[in-house]
């Protein structure tokens, strides 16, 4: 048999490679972030369009290449950041590997200009697919200028798997913190389709973080410093009372790298045990020095596993030295373990103060004096047996007279699969009284056993269907503040409230956004002003942090965000007729059983119920 075995061609070996290095628009963001550091930049300007599909450019002020040098960085394992294997192991830039320009240029067109300080002209190179198109003495600034446009050009199936462009902005936005929090002595900028989300000048550690993540971030911040042998560690944690439910922001940093290690961020939640409510985890922002012999980076592609001598002692040197900041800067006594289990109310509402919700009600009407009526469940049940990817599904859940219908207004809630007979004998029981326990459930006696309602959840359901109703049917109602109401956001939060600034005015927001606020004169009449900046706040990480190509609206998002910040919490008491309303709309709702997660809204405690209990 003949031979068989042949070299694959540069440009085909190339793109295999690439695979590895560029997965998404926000490695290639990565790589030529780090190129502009190597280069010791003082400016970096990063440009996007459509979240790096069409284009994304990185302009540095770096010491830029010869002409020589400008042809070369494209090639595989091209680099002036080693020189042998030794170096491997005194490695102080972010580069060495010698192949992200070669991987780049073979799946998209790339336009380089770049020149030395002391040369008259530049040079500029055009490449696509790995072939260079062109080579030009140019007139250019000092440093480097690299587009990259139309990643993927020759990949569809690569490009076809790329995902929305919010999740791709996500991750550009994600590695561009990563890369500028750590080099706080580099001045940064982010342009997306024209809009600058950032723009951060070169300032300390702390400053950067401030700049990055907005002021109010400033007072959440631990110092935590320690220098040993072995190890150097700077930087902060976050105060624990401020701990997010998600994964916070969690960075680490081994001598200017970012790098995930669940073994050290393990060390971090260990030293902050105790001081973290449940399901809670800590930020921190901590900076590792390291001799870089006693480290190996060359275990990932992208570098952000990293693999340390001696990982026990970092952990230990870790945990203690978070521990210390937290006991010196006296956060361990703030927390109050005797606060009332009960009252599951979150951090961000406790200083806000209690506001019961406003109901405007009925006096004279009682839902329970009705007869029951037959069910209403039709519309739960066509809710349930449609497609949710039906494109205007929402509607089902809203109903199109704003009115509740009369049958809708006799009051009657049953499940939506058991059978009615359960509720003949679930009748309300009109001479009983209803009432709230604990704050937090409001009972109502029937004539075969108890209704027990959880009131948040009630609420929760009601403010989404009513939401959902003013974002897709008809607008809201504002009321107008007394005095405008002035919040400040970063420009990046500015930039993701832009996108939903539409559906926040159908839903009874009047505001105007400036560039680094938003000034409110009018706000839905369903919630209350010392409300508004957490709802807000919320509704940005939700937007931000939204299931990645999930088939639910933009509407549907931010109904449900609403709902869940401005909904009354546990241990809020309510009057007789705020009860009487609320158990009133939850059963007017298209699907009152439920929350918006799928939380029971309400339960049943029936003659039978009661009885079991008591018989032990
Ligand atoms: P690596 O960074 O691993 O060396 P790259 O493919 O990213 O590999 O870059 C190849 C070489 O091109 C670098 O070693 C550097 O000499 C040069 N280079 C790349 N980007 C820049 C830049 N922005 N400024 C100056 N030189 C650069
Ligand atoms: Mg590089």
């Not at 900028?189 to 950067?208: M, V």
């Not at 006594?333 to 506001?355: A, M, R, S, V």
């Not at 009615?420 to 006696?445: G, M, S, W, Y």
């Not at 709902?563 to 939850?586: F, M, W, Y």
């Amino acid at each position: 048999m003949a031979d068989i075995i042949a070299l694959l061609p540069d440009h085909v070996a190339n793109q295999i490679a690439a695979g590895e290095v560029v997965q998404r628009p926000a490695s290639v963001v990565k790589e030529l972030l780090e190129n502009a550091i190597d280069a010791k930049a003082s400016s970096i300007r990063l440009v996007i369009k459509e979240a790096g599909k069409t284009l994304i450019q990185v302009i540095d002020d770096g010491i830029g290449m010869s002409v020589t040098d400008a042809r070369l960085s494209f090639e595989r394992h091209a680099t002036s950041k080693i020189k042998s294997a030794d170096d491997l192991f005194q490695i102080a830039s972010k580069g060495f590997r010698g192949e992200a320009l070669a991987s780049i240029s073979a799946v998209a067109h790339v336009e380089l200009k770049t020149k030395l300080a002391d040369d008259e002209v530049g040079t500029a190179i055009k490449i696509a697919g790995s072939e260079v198109k062109s080579q030009d003495a140019v007139a250019t600034p000092k440093g480097t200028s690299v587009a990259v446009k139309n990643l993927f050009f020759n990949v569809p199936a690569r490009r076809n798997f790329l995902k929305s462009n919010s999740v791709e902005l996500r991750h550009i936005i994600d590695e561009f913190h990563r890369v500028a929090l750590v080099h706080h002595d580099t001045a940064f900028s982010l342009y997306h389709n024209e809009n600058e989300l950032f723009n951060l000048p070169i300032s300390n550690f702390r400053q950067r973080i401030v700049a990055i993540f907005g002021s109010k971030t400033n007072e959440k911040l631990v110092p935590v410093t320690e220098e040993t042998e072995v190890l150097k560690i700077d930087g902060f944690v976050v105060k624990p009372e401020f701990a997010k439910k998600t994964k916070g922001d969690q960075y680490f940093f081994v001598n200017d790298r970012f790098i995930k290690s669940g073994y050290l961020n393990h060390a971090i939640q260990n030293a902050f045990e105790g001081l973290l409510r449940p399901k809670t985890q800590a930020s921190y922002f901590l900076k590792l020095t390291v001799d870089p012999a006693t480290i190996d980076i060359n275990i990932h592609p992208t570098k952000t596993e990293i693999k340390f001598e001696d990982e026990h002692t970092m952990y230990a040197l870790l945990r203690s030295a978070v521990k210390h900041s937290l006991g010196q800067f006296n956060i361990a006594p703030i927390i109050d373990f005797e606060q009332n289990p009960n009252l599951n109310t979150p951090y961000e509402y406790q200083d806000k103060g209690i506001t019961a919700p406003k109901i405007d009600v009925n006096q004279h009407f009682n839902p329970f004096e009705e007869e029951v009526v037959s069910s209403r469940s039709t519309a739960t049940r066509t809710y349930q047996n449609n497609n949710k990817e039906t494109a205007n599904w929402e509607s089902l859940y809203v109903d199109l007279n704003p009115e509740p219908s009369e049958a809708q207004s006799q009051v009657y809630f049953e499940s939506a699969v058991e059978s009615t007979e359960l509720f003949e004998t679930n009748e309300i029981d009109h001479t009983a009284k209803r009432f709230q326990v604990l704050n937090k459930f409001i009972v109502q006696p029937m004539k075969n056993g108890l209704l027990v309602i959880d009131q948040s959840r009630a609420h929760q359901r009601i403010l989404y269907e009513s939401f959902l109703s003013d974002l897709t049917i008809e607008k809201g109602h504002s009321q107008q503040l007394l005095f405008p109401l002035e919040l400040n956001f970063t420009m990046l939060e500015m930039a993701v409230l832009n996108e939903v600034s539409d559906l926040l005015k159908q839903s009874g927001f009047d505001f105007d956004l400036k560039k680094e606020h938003i000034v409110f004169t009018g706000i839905p009449a369903s919630i209350e002003e010392s409300q508004v900046s957490v709802i807000i706040e919320s509704l940005m990480y939700d937007i931000q942090h939204q299931i990645p190509d999930s088939h639910f609206s933009q509407s549907d998002l931010v109904a449900k965000s609403l709902a869940k910040s401005a909904a009354i919490r546990s241990g809020v008491s309510l009057t007789a007729d705020e009860q009487t309303h609320l158990v009133n709309k939850l059963f007017a709702c298209k699907a009152p059983e439920t929350t918006i997660t799928g939380l029971k809204t309400f339960t049943i405690l029936d003659k039978n119920d009661l009885e079991q209990r008591l018989s032990i």
